[in-house]
């Protein structure tokens, strides 16, 4: 491959994972809308959507390791091709979380407990998630290491939603519900909660990804 070629191809792969990152953040935001709205219709087109999410992984997947068995990139271009691959991994287990939230959409967990604000949450994570991405494009270390910061905030509210949820289980009064239909809707609730945490956790994941393709340190931004 004549080396403008090779150079090409290597920010078609950059631009190819931005692509990915965005209609994986669409993904993640409609199934927060079908959450906040209780959208059936919208929580399954997110459930249909993530067949081509997944297309997309094994496609790019592909990409890379036609350019490391190919062309054999070495130093700084090797380490991009690896943090590239696994980001994409970290996108695509993003998608599949956006599924999870879209079915916990098709059932009404909406008046389980009235002071958790999953859209609030959803929204950190998806902020959280879109500067992962837009530092992984810039090669922006410093944007990196503050993410890991954000992500102590989200930690923090997915604990205080999940004990307000704990909470208000225990003093409740279920009042016309089935007891074990209130006790399937915090289960759903607290596995939102949880799914949303890993959404950051993924994030941070393609922080220190891109902080190793930029730097070639072993850093952890933990």
């Known amino acids: 491959m004549p080396r403008e070629d090779y150079r090409a191809s290597l920010d078609d792969?950059?631009?190819?994972v931005e692509s990915m990152a965005e209609d994986v953040l669409k993904q993640l935001q409609h199934a927060l809308d079908a959450?906040?709205?209780?959208?059936?219709?919208?929580?399954?087109?997110?459930?249909?959507?993530?067949?081509?999410?997944?297309?997309q992984y094994l496609d790019l997947e592909s990409d890379c390791v036609d350019l490391i068995a190919l062309q054999q990139p070495v130093a700084s271009d090797l380490r991009f091709v690896v943090a590239s691959f696994k980001i994409l991994t970290d996108l695509e287990r993003i998608a599949d979380l956006a599924t999870n939230?879209?079915?916990?959409?098709?059932?009404?967990?909406?008046?389980?407990?009235?002071?958790?604000?999953?859209q609030e949450i959803g929204e950190t994570a998806v902020e959280q998630v879109r500067a992962a991405v837009d530092a992984y494009v810039a090669g922006d270390a410093d944007?990196?290491?503050?993410?890991?910061?954000?992500?102590?905030?989200?930690?923090?509210?997915?604990?205080?939603?999940?004990?307000?949820?704990?909470?208000?289980?225990i003093a409740s009064d279920p009042d016309g519900w089935e007891i074990e239909q209130r006790l399937d809707g915090?289960?759903?609730?607290?596995?939102?909660?949880?799914?949303?945490?890993?959404?950051?956790?993924h994030a941070v994941n393609i922080a220190a990804r891109t902080l190793y393709m930029d730097e070639g340190s072993p850093e952890l931004i933990y």
């Open 13 to 16: 792969l950059r631009a190819n």
């Open 35 to 55: 959450l906040d709205g209780d959208d059936h219709t919208l929580a399954r087109t997110v459930i249909d959507g993530d067949d081509h999410i997944n297309q």
């Open 101 to 118: 939230l879209a079915r916990y959409a098709l059932a009404d967990i909406s008046a389980i407990v009235s002071d958790v604000r999953i």
């Open 143 to 169: 944007a990196c290491r503050a993410i890991a910061g954000h992500d102590d905030e989200l930690d923090t509210s997915c604990q205080t939603a999940s004990e307000a949820v704990v909470r208000e289980l």
């Open 186 to 201: 915090v289960s759903r609730l607290l596995l939102t909660i949880r799914d949303l945490e890993r959404v950051g956790d």
